[in-house]
């Protein structure tokens, strides 16, 4: 069978692995944990290196349809979003590597068939601050590939909204230890609805600013989703420090440290940075799942 099927995705899971930390995040207040989903499918990219929307729209619904616990795609989807919101999908438009239009497009189609007016519905990175959907945006998804990062050590969801801030480079000392600062800023606070950690071809390694190195890309073919920000970045990063150690033969520190993850947890309370506080549940192909 092409792609995956969703229900043999669903009943095919390969069922939970409880990964991380305590934490105090709002997204899993009282000690709960965070509920993230990784899906893989080889046949997501095609021979040119491009995302095939049939395969990642299965992909995308399969992972909300087991975040959520519903059956029916469009019933998952509209327990993230409603007919009534206005949704500003927050993508990211890196050259070498941007968020993949297939996502861009399973995404903006399944808000629609929520019942969200098209017109209330847009796509953007670097004009976040003067879209006019995002100016009166209820929602936001959050979509962008993971990489390393000059800066960060890793570009991840949570560095993903760094073009809502009037003056990004305030975000940049200490290796952006202070990026959960982002998701208090008045265009982002709440509005979250989800998280889409695009791995298709993840960047695991990469030395100056804008550095892309082909050579340290790989087709891991997977979306990691939630609605917990940290935990998903917590298991994107979890599963590039394994690539390394694989890569390299020996543990390989990513430089700099990407302890923005854990602040966003335990300075800014968005979410389960720590393994054993995330219940991950994997859809579709295991193998080299690295985690």
């Known amino acids: 069978m092409n792609g995956i099927s969703r229900r043999g995705m669903l009943r095919g899971a390969l069922g939970l692995l409880a990964g991380s930390v305590v934490a105090r995040g709002a997204i899993a207040a009282g000690g709960a944990k965070s509920r993230v989903v990784l899906?893989?499918?080889?046949?997501?990219?095609?021979?040119?290196?491009?995302?095939?929307?049939?395969?990642?729209?299965?992909?995308?619904?399969?992972?909300?349809?087991?975040?959520?616990?519903?059956?029916?795609?469009?019933?998952?989807?509209?327990?993230?979003?409603?007919?009534?919101?206005?949704?500003?999908?927050?993508?990211?438009?890196?050259?070498?590597?941007?968020?993949?239009?297939?996502?861009?497009?399973?995404?903006?189609?399944?808000?629609?068939?929520?019942?969200?007016?098209?017109?209330?519905?847009?796509?953007?990175?670097?004009?976040?601050?003067?879209?006019?959907?995002?100016?009166?945006?209820?929602?936001?998804?959050?979509?962008?590939?993971?990489?390393?990062?000059?800066?960060?050590?890793?570009?991840?969801?949570?560095?993903?909204?760094?073009?809502?801030?009037?003056?990004?480079?305030?975000?940049h000392p200490n290796a952006c230890e202070n990026l959960g600062a982002l998701w208090r800023l008045p265009a982002c606070k709440g509005k979250t609805r989800l998280n889409v950690l695009v791995m298709l071809t993840p960047q695991f390694h990469g030395v100056g600013p804008h550095n892309f190195s082909p050579e340290h890309v790989w087709p891991y073919a997977g979306l990691v989703v939630s609605r917990d920000p940290v935990a998903a970045d917590a298991i994107g990063a979890a599963i590039i420090v394994a690539k390394r150690r694989d890569f390299f033969g020996q543990d390989r520190p990513i430089s700099p440290s990407v302890h923005h993850i854990r602040v966003a947890d335990t300075r800014f309370g968005l979410g389960n940075s720590r393994l054993e506080r995330i219940d991950l549940l994997r859809l579709g192909e295991a193998r080299g799942s690295l985690i």
């Open 39 to 171: 899906v893989r499918d080889p046949k997501a990219i095609d021979g040119d290196g491009n995302a095939r929307l049939d395969v990642i729209q299965e992909m995308i619904d399969a992972a909300v349809v087991e975040l959520v616990g519903e059956t029916d795609p469009i019933d998952a989807w509209g327990q993230i979003l409603k007919a009534r919101d206005v949704v500003g999908i927050k993508s990211n438009v890196w050259q070498y590597l941007p968020t993949p239009p297939a996502v861009e497009e399973a995404i903006r189609r399944r808000a629609i068939e929520v019942g969200v007016k098209p017109d209330d519905v847009a796509v953007d990175d670097r004009n976040v601050l003067r879209n006019r959907v995002f100016s009166r945006a209820t929602a936001l998804v959050n979509t962008r590939p993971m990489r390393s990062h000059h800066w960060a050590g890793l570009g991840t969801c949570l560095k993903n909204y760094i073009t809502f801030a009037p003056e990004p480079w305030a975000y």
